[in-house]
């Protein structure tokens, strides 16, 4: 049987082995995130145009191509994450050419910048006749994810991305100069968040 004074001492030691742990689980989890490079995120997925995505007129329906981006942008937010994500903002996407009936059509999307909880995943279209090997840009697109942890379902912090090239240092850039705008267009010019 121990004597208050070995009670005291396992008293103590529980005492500071909890408070450890609280500690540990109160630190940033950002400070614990190794950085992935961009190629880990890179993804390519790959459609070939049926008559039900097309309109009358034989192109591709302008609402499959930003169903396809968001599917693409996920991929590369997923890889980069870890997490489940949703889309918060599609707030660029243009259609330069059409894509038509029959052609294939990929998808090439990155992480161009990781904010906290949120990515900037980039999505170039591509369009491919097969007849002919011609390829065309036919849309780009900027889509930001939020991760979401799976047991809160509340936003997480992301992994930083490492940079290796001169093109992705100026992708990293440019996504800086587009988040202020979409997050103005959010929460208003007067309120900074995340800056
Ligand atoms: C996106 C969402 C998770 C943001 O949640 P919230 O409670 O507003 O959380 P916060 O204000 O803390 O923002 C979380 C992150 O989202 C970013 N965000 C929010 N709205 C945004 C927008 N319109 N554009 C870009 N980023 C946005 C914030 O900047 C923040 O990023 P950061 O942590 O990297 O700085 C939430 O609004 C949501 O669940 N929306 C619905 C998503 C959805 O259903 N998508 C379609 C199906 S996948």
Redesign the pocket.
């Known amino acids: 049987m121990p004597g208050p004074r070995e009670a005291e001492d396992a008293r103590d030691r529980k005492m500071k082995k909890r408070m450890k742990r609280k500690n540990e689980s109160k630190r940033e989890p950002e400070t614990e995130l190794r950085g992935k490079p961009v190629s880990v995120s890179r993804s390519e997925m790959t459609e070939i145009v049926l008559p039900a995505q097309t309109n009358p007129l034989g192109k591709l329906l302008g609402g499959q191509v930003m169903h396809l981006v968001d599917m693409a942008g996920a991929l590369a937010a997923h890889r980069h994450s870890n997490s489940y994500?949703?889309?918060?903002?599609v707030?660029y996407i243009d259609f330069r050419n059409p894509v038509n009936l029959g052609e294939i059509v990929n998808f090439k999307s990155q992480v161009n910048r990781v904010?906290?909880?949120?990515m900037e995943v980039g999505v170039e279209v591509y369009s491919e006749n097969a007849m002919t090997g011609e390829r065309k840009h036919t849309t780009t697109a900027y889509v930001?994810f939020?991760a979401?942890d799976e047991h809160t379902r509340k936003?997480k912090m992301?992994p930083p991305l490492i940079l290796k090239t001169a093109e992705e240092r100026r992708r990293f850039r440019e996504a800086a100069e587009r988040?202020k705008t979409?997050?103005a267009?959010?929460y208003g010019t007067d309120r900074k968040?995340?800056e």
């Not at 904010?115 to 949120?118: D, L, N, Y």
């Open positions: 994500v949703v889309t918060a903002s707030d904010f906290h909880t949120s930001t939020v979401i936003p992301v988040r979409r997050l267009l959010r968040r995340g």
